[in-house]
C-alpha cells in the first residue's frame, strides 16, 4: 500500500542546530507539503512544492527550508534551530485531485 | 486571502448526545473545495469528506453528516449518537479551485470530548 512516512517521530534539539525532518511518500504525489501543528492555531503551511525541483514558501516559512530532488522526497530544514519553532510537524502529498494524504508527524523539541 | 474558522475550541459530550461542529469559511474564488479531517489522540490526521463549491448537497456518512451552506460561508459537521471513540480533534479546511494549487487553509480546530 501507498503511504507518507516521515522520520524521526521524536526529536529533541539544541538551539542553534540545524536539524532536518524527513518526508517520504510512495503515492507518486507531485505536491507535498509541510505543516506545523500548534495549540490554538491549526495547521499552518511551511513550505509546498509541486514537482521536482520546484519549492515555494507558505506563510510561516521563516527560519525553513526544503528541496526536492526527486518525487518521493521533501526533507524540511530549520537552518538554526530556535525555541518558537518547538511544535509538531506534518508533512503531507495529495495528487492532482485527491485529498491531502498526511504523515504521523514529528514532534520537534528545541531546548 | 482564504480563511477558516472554528470557534468552538473544545466541546464536551455525554455518549450517545448529538454534537455540532461549525465552521465558516471566506474566499474570494467561486471554485473551491472544503475539507473534514479528524485527529484523534494517536495524533494522525484522517481523512473525512472533501466537498466542492459547486455542490451543496448534504452529505451522511453513517453517524456523521455534513452540512454546506453558500449563502452563509458555512460548513458545519455533526456527530449523531456520539460515542467515545468519536473524541478527536477536528480540522476544517479550505483548498482553492485546482488552478491555484493544492494548498490548504486549516481552521485551528474544535477539539470534541466524549464522556461515557
Known amino acids: 500500500d501507498a503511504e507518507i512516512t516521515q522520520s524521526p517521530r521524536h526529536k529533541i534539539t539544541e538551539t542553534g542546530r540545524q536539524v532536518t525532518l524527513a518526508c517520504h511518500q510512495t503515492w507518486n504525489h507531485n505536491n507535498m507539503f509541510w505543516y506545523r501543528q500548534d495549540l490554538g492555531h491549526g495547521l499552518r503551511l511551511i513550505h509546498y512544492s509541486y514537482g521536482v525541483q520546484d519549492t515555494n514558501k507558505g506563510e510561516v516559512s521563516d527560519g525553513y527550508s526544503v528541496s526536492r530532488s526527486n518525487t518521493e522526497d521533501l526533507p524540511l530544514t530549520l537552518e538554526s534551530a530556535a525555541s518558537s519553532q518547538t511544535s509538531v510537524y506534518f508533512c503531507a502529498s495529495s495528487g492532482r485531485d485527491t485529498e491531502a494524504f498526511f504523515g504521523q508527524g514529528t514532534r520537534l523539541t528545541v531546548v | 486571502a482564504q480563511k477558516v474558522t472554528q470557534a468552538q475550541t473544545e466541546i464536551s459530550v455525554v455518549e450517545k448526545e448529538d454534537v455540532t461542529l461549525d465552521c465558516v469559511y471566506e474566499t474570494r474564488d467561486t471554485t473551491y473545495y472544503l475539507f473534514w479531517y479528524k485527529q484523534p489522540p494517536s495524533g494522525e490526521l484522517v481523512f473525512l469528506i472533501r466537498?466542492?463549491?459547486?455542490?451543496?448537497q448534504n452529505e451522511i456518512s453513517g453517524r456523521y453528516s455534513w452540512n454546506f451552506q453558500k449563502s452563509t460561508s458555512s460548513f458545519n459537521f455533526t456527530i449523531t449518537a456520539s460515542q467515545v471513540v468519536d473524541s478527536a480533534v477536528y480540522f476544517c479546511?479550505?483548498?482553492?479551485?485546482?488552478?491555484?494549487?493544492?494548498?490548504?487553509?486549516f481552521g485551528g480546530g474544535t477539539r470534541v470530548l466524549v464522556k461515557p
Open positions: 479546511a479550505l483548498r482553492r479551485g485546482k488552478a491555484a494549487g493544492n494548498k490548504l487553509t
Open positions: 466537498r466542492n463549491s459547486f455542490d451543496e
